[in-house]
C-alpha cells in the first residue's frame, strides 16, 4: 500500500500548522480536523476497470527533450472524466503508482476548486542551438515568460550562453528568462554557470544541482559571489523521499511541483502549503489532458508569482485532443483546461495507439502500479 504518511513530512521552520498528509488514494477521507478540500472522496477502481479505462497512445515530439522524441501516454477514461498515466518509462512502480493517485484522482474522484479562472505560462525552451530559438518561441503565444534548458549533456557553458542570450534578444528586456538544470552542475559548476548567465537577468535557476546539500550550499555560494540568483527546486520536490526537506533546509528560494509525481492535486497543495514557499506548476511533459490538471493545480493554489510550465503542449508534434491545450495572450484559463479533459479525440486515439507491445508493457505496468495504490 502506498501512505502518504510514509514519506516522513515534517514542516519546515515558520510554517503553517500541522498538515494533513495521511490520506491515502483509495479511501474515504474523514475531516479529522483536517483541510475542508480533503473531504472529498475518491474510490479507486479496481484493476479490471482501470485495464478498461485505459488507452495506450505514442504520441511524436517536434524537439527532442529529456533525451526521447516520443512521449508514450495512457488516457484513462474515468467516469469524472479523461486522465492521463505517463510515468516517466525509466521510473519505477513506486514512482509509477504516485502518478496513478493523480490519475485516479483526476478520472475517479474531485479535483480542488479553483481561487482564479486564468493562469500564466511560460514558453520552454529545450537544448535546442541559437538558431533553432526563435522558432521553438514561435510556437508558444507568450512573450512574458521562457524557461531554458541548460547543462545538457555533451553541451558547453558556452552553449547555454548563446542560448539564453538568443531567447533575452529574441524576447526583450522585459520577459522573465528561467534556466532549468535538471541538477546536472556540481556547486562549482553553478556558480560559474550563473556567474556568466546572471548578467542576461535571471528570474531563477531550476534544480542547478542534484541534491539538496548541493543546493544549500549554491545558495550560500551564489550570495558570496554576488550573483543572486534564486534557487527552485524541482526534482528535490518531485523525486524526493521527503518533498519538504528542501524547504527545511533552506535550499531553495521557490519550489516546482507536478500534479502527478506528487500524487495528485490535492497532495501537491499539501506540498507547497507545508514547504511555505513560493511556487511554480510545470508539466511533466504531458498530453493536453494532463496539462488541464496542472491549470487546475495552478488555479487553485493560494498564491501564485510566477508563471507555470503548463505550454508544453507546443513540444508535441501530436496530441490526444483536436484543438491542443496551447496558451493564448500568455494564459491558460481553467474553462479551456476542463474543456480539453472532456474532449479527449476517439480519432487521436486509434491514430497514435501504441504498437501491441508497448501496449502490453503498460498495462503490465499498470496492473504492478495498480497494486500499489
Ligand atoms: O517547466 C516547464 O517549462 C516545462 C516542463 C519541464 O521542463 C519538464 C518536463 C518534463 C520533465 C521534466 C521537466 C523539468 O522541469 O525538469
Ligand atoms: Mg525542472
Same mark, same amino acid.
Given at each position: 500500500m502506498y501512505h502518504f504518511s510514509a514519506m516522513g513530512l515534517t514542516l519546515p521552520q515558520g510554517g503553517p500548522g500541522r498538515s494533513h498528509l495521511d490520506r491515502r488514494c483509495g479511501q474515504p477521507v474523514s475531516a479529522g480536523g483536517g483541510s475542508p478540500r480533503l473531504d472529498r472522496v475518491t474510490v479507486t477502481p479496481d484493476l479490471p476497470a482501470?485495464?478498461?479505462?485505459?488507452?495506450?497512445?505514442t504520441l511524436p515530439m517536434r524537439v527532442r527533450f529529456r533525451g526521447v522524441s516520443e512521449r508514450e501516454a495512457v488516457l484513462l477514461r474515468g467516469p469524472r472524466g479523461w486522465a492521463e498515466w505517463a510515468p516517466f518509462v525509466e521510473y519505477d512502480d513506486a514512482d509509477a503508482a504516485r502518478w496513478l493517485a493523480a490519475a485516479v484522482e483526476a478520472g475517479w474522484g474531485e479535483l480542488p476548486p479553483p481561487v482564479r479562472d486564468a493562469v500564466g505560462v511560460n514558453a520552454t525552451v529545450p537544448a535546442v542551438p541559437p538558431d533553432q530559438v526563435q522558432g521553438v518561441l514561435a510556437r508558444y503565444d507568450v512573450s512574458r515568460t521562457a524557461k531554458v534548458k541548460v547543462a545538457e549533456k555533451g553541451q558547453a557553458l558556452a552553449d547555454d550562453v548563446a542560448r539564453v542570450t538568443e531567447v533575452r534578444r529574441v524576447l526583450g528586456p522585459d520577459a522573465r528568462i528561467r534556466v532549468d538544470a535538471n541538477g546536472a552542475w556540481s556547486v562549482d559548476?553553478?556558480?560559474?554557470?550563473? !556567474?556568466?548567465?546572471? $548578467?542576461?537577468?535571471?528570474?531563477?535557476?531550476?534544480? $542547478?544541482?542534484?541534491?539538496?546539500?548541493?543546493?544549500?550550499?549554491?545558495?550560500?555560494?551564489?550570495?558570496?559571489? +554576488?550573483?543572486?540568483?534564486p534557487v527552485a527546486a524541482d526534482e528535490s520536490v518531485r523525486r524526493a523521499e521527503d518533498p519538504l526537506r528542501v524547504a527545511r533546509e533552506r535550499a531553495a528560494d521557490l519550489v516546482v511541483v507536478k500534479?502527478?509525481?506528487?500524487? +495528485?492535486?490535492? !497532495?501537491?497543495?499539501?506540498?507547497?502549503?507545508?514547504?511555505?514557499? $513560493?511556487?511554480?506548476?510545470?508539466?511533466?511533459?504531458?498530453?493536453?489532458?494532463?496539462?488541464?490538471? +496542472?491549470?487546475?493545480?495552478?488555479?487553485?493554489?493560494?498564491?501564485?508569482?510566477?508563471?507555470?510550465?503548463?505550454?508544453?503542449?507546443?513540444?508535441? !508534434?501530436?496530441?490526444?485532443?483536436?484543438? $491542443?491545450?496551447l496558451p493564448v495572450g500568455g494564459e491558460l484559463t481553467t474553462a479551456r483546461a476542463d474543456a480539453a479533459r472532456r474532449a479527449t479525440d476517439p480519432a487521436s486515439l486509434t491514430a497514435y495507439r501504441s504498437s501491441a507491445e508497448r501496449e502490453r508493457w503498460w498495462r503490465e505496468r499498470l496492473a504492478r502500479a495498480h497494486a500499489l495504490v
Amino acid at each position: 500500500m502506498y501512505h502518504f504518511s510514509a514519506m516522513g513530512l515534517t514542516l519546515p521552520q515558520g510554517g503553517p500548522g500541522r498538515s494533513h498528509l495521511d490520506r491515502r488514494c483509495g479511501q474515504p477521507v474523514s475531516a479529522g480536523g483536517g483541510s475542508p478540500r480533503l473531504d472529498r472522496v475518491t474510490v479507486t477502481p479496481d484493476l479490471p476497470a482501470l485495464l478498461e479505462a485505459a488507452h495506450v497512445v505514442t504520441l511524436p515530439m517536434r524537439v527532442r527533450f529529456r533525451g526521447v522524441s516520443e512521449r508514450e501516454a495512457v488516457l484513462l477514461r474515468g467516469p469524472r472524466g479523461w486522465a492521463e498515466w505517463a510515468p516517466f518509462v525509466e521510473y519505477d512502480d513506486a514512482d509509477a503508482a504516485r502518478w496513478l493517485a493523480a490519475a485516479v484522482e483526476a478520472g475517479w474522484g474531485e479535483l480542488p476548486p479553483p481561487v482564479r479562472d486564468a493562469v500564466g505560462v511560460n514558453a520552454t525552451v529545450p537544448a535546442v542551438p541559437p538558431d533553432q530559438v526563435q522558432g521553438v518561441l514561435a510556437r508558444y503565444d507568450v512573450s512574458r515568460t521562457a524557461k531554458v534548458k541548460v547543462a545538457e549533456k555533451g553541451q558547453a557553458l558556452a552553449d547555454d550562453v548563446a542560448r539564453v542570450t538568443e531567447v533575452r534578444r529574441v524576447l526583450g528586456p522585459d520577459a522573465r528568462i528561467r534556466v532549468d538544470a535538471n541538477g546536472a552542475w556540481s556547486v562549482d559548476e553553478a556558480v560559474e554557470a550563473l !556567474r556568466a548567465l546572471a $548578467p542576461l537577468g535571471l528570474e531563477y535557476a531550476e534544480q $542547478p544541482c542534484a541534491t539538496v546539500e548541493e543546493l544549500a550550499a549554491l545558495r550560500v555560494a551564489l550570495a558570496r559571489a +554576488g550573483a543572486e540568483v534564486p534557487v527552485a527546486a524541482d526534482e528535490s520536490v518531485r523525486r524526493a523521499e521527503d518533498p519538504l526537506r528542501v524547504a527545511r533546509e533552506r535550499a531553495a528560494d521557490l519550489v516546482v511541483v507536478k500534479v502527478a509525481p506528487l500524487g +495528485g492535486v490535492a !497532495r501537491a497543495l499539501e506540498v507547497v502549503e507545508a514547504c511555505g514557499l $513560493p511556487a511554480v506548476v510545470s508539466s511533466a511533459l504531458d498530453t493536453s489532458v494532463g496539462l488541464a490538471v +496542472g491549470v487546475r493545480l495552478a488555479a487553485a493554489l493560494p498564491r501564485l508569482e510566477h508563471d507555470c510550465g503548463l505550454g508544453t503542449a507546443a513540444l508535441l !508534434r501530436a496530441d490526444v485532443v483536436a484543438d $491542443p491545450l496551447l496558451p493564448v495572450g500568455g494564459e491558460l484559463t481553467t474553462a479551456r483546461a476542463d474543456a480539453a479533459r472532456r474532449a479527449t479525440d476517439p480519432a487521436s486515439l486509434t491514430a497514435y495507439r501504441s504498437s501491441a507491445e508497448r501496449e502490453r508493457w503498460w498495462r503490465e505496468r499498470l496492473a504492478r502500479a495498480h497494486a500499489l495504490v
